[in-house]
């Protein structure tokens, strides 16, 4: 599966983006979908995760109460509801695909990778 991640800009801290990852192929429904993001210098780090009907998710303490991963399968479309950001939102942010379909935030356990989007978030 190949994975298209867009939305990323430049927003003020307390502004809000929506990140999208579109997915080739028919098959979208299968994979457990989840965000990572690369902030400057620092490592990849997980940030949500769906699982493949979009009846379970997870969060990274970080971002509870304030993003909101969802998924429209019908679409093939991932999507990262990201409100109340801060400057230390501030990353390059990765979609990534795995099978099978339970959601999980840990990082090695993804098949799929799309290229990054970068997220500014200005003080």
């Known amino acids: 599966v190949q994975l298209q991640a867009s939305g990323g800009g430049l927003v003020q801290a307390g502004g809000s983006l929506r990140l999208s990852c579109a997915t080739s192929?028919?098959?979208?429904?299968?994979?457990?979908m989840g965000w990572f993001r690369q902030a400057p210098g620092k490592g990849r780090e997980s940030v949500s995760a769906?699982?493949?009907?979009?009846?379970?998710?997870s969060y990274a303490d970080s971002v509870k109460g304030r993003f909101t991963i969802s998924r429209d399968n019908a679409k093939n479309t991932l999507y990262l509801q990201m409100n109340s950001l801060k400057p230390e939102d501030t990353a390059v942010y990765y979609c990534?695909?795995?099978?099978?379909?339970?959601?999980?935030?840990?990082?090695?356990?993804?098949?799929?990778w799309g290229q990054g989007t970068l997220v500014t978030v200005s003080s």
């Open positions: 769906v699982n493949w009907s979009g009846s379970t998710t």
């Open positions: 990534a695909a795995r099978v099978p379909g339970s959601a999980t935030l840990y990082e090695y356990e993804y098949d799929y």
């Open positions: 192929g028919r098959t979208f429904s299968r994979y457990a």
